[in-house]
């Protein structure tokens, strides 16, 4: 069984960061040993605040797994503090000979708006330090606004969005969630410098997690042996099954931001 490691907020409820990058990657049938970069305090529908971990903790546990498991792939949510992503970075660098994939979520704000990070330097550090250690990059199209300084109004904002993104070092960024009438669309870099994309339906709820649960199961696909496209795919036509079928749970459904694993 492929062991991966997951870098993430801890949503107590388990609705989104690190509870659902795990439920994720174990339905996959990944093994995921979990650090939390930070403690939420949040349910399904309510944000309240967060704190970071302490660095000499999350270095300890971080230097701990890396020596005790092979791990193959991981998957970068919420990173809380310049501090925290420069001790990922070194990690990433020093055990980058035996991960086969690095997948990281640039989570900027919670779904109430509330930033998930903290410091001035943080998005600079992003860029300088993990971004050139980053395979699979998933923004959504604010975070790709806010990491590329750029309005993306259309096709050809987003193909100049994706390669400022490949210039920082990112194989394959994907910018997700743009919603055109009844489809939500992502984009990636396409054929002979085209804009690719993929579409899926859009379903009537609104679902909280969404992000996270996307790029884990991207990072499962890898793991699994689907290149960079085709992982996208598959774990685009993953989501939207669970998300439907979790409506299908009359619950669930009548609660706008219920957690869908
Ligand atoms: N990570 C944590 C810890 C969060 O609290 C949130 C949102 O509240 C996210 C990630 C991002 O969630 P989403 O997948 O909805 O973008």
């Known amino acids: 069984m492929s062991q991966v490691l997951v870098i993430a907020g801890l949503d ?14 174990t339905l996959q049938g990944i093994r995921a040993s979990a650090i939390p970069s930070a403690l ?13 971990i302490d660095s000499a903790s999350f270095e300890r546990m971080l230097k701990l797994l890396f020596e005790d498991l092979k791990i193959e792939g991981v998957k970068l949510g919420m990173l809380a503090t310049p501090e925290l992503i420069e001790i990922t970075a070194f990690y990433l660098e ?14 900027l704000k919670a779904t109430l708006q509330k930033p998930l990070f903290r410091g001035e330097a943080f998005g600079e550090t992003l860029k300088k330090r993990l971004f050139p250690l980053v395979d699979v990059l998933t923004p959504n199209l604010a975070e790709a606004e806010a990491l590329t300084g750029l309005q993306l109004k259309g096709p050809e904002d987003l193909k100049e969005a994706l390669k400022i993104l ?57 793991i699994k042996g689907h290149p960079e496209r085709p992982a996208l795919r598959k774990s685009l036509a993953w989501l939207w099954k669970r998300l439907r079928k979790s409506l299908e749970l009359e619950e669930e459904a009548s609660s706008k931001l219920a957690s869908f694993l």
């Open 12 to 25: 107590p409820s388990g609705g989104a960061g690190l509870l659902m990058d795990v439920k994720v990657l």
């Open 40 to 52: 939420t305090f949040q349910s399904y529908s309510r944000f309240e605040d967060w704190v970071p």
């Open 94 to 107: 020093r055990y980058r000979p035996q991960l086969r994939w690095i997948v990281a979520d640039p989570v």
């Open 166 to 222: 490949q210039s920082s070092g990112i194989r394959f960024p994907v910018i997700t969630g743009l919603k055109r009438k009844d489809r939500i669309l992502s984009f990636f870099p396409g054929e002979e410098g085209k804009l690719g994309f993929f579409s899926v339906r859009a379903l009537p709820a609104e679902f909280h997690g969404t992000g996270c649960a996307l790029s884990s199961a991207h990072l499962a696909y890898l």
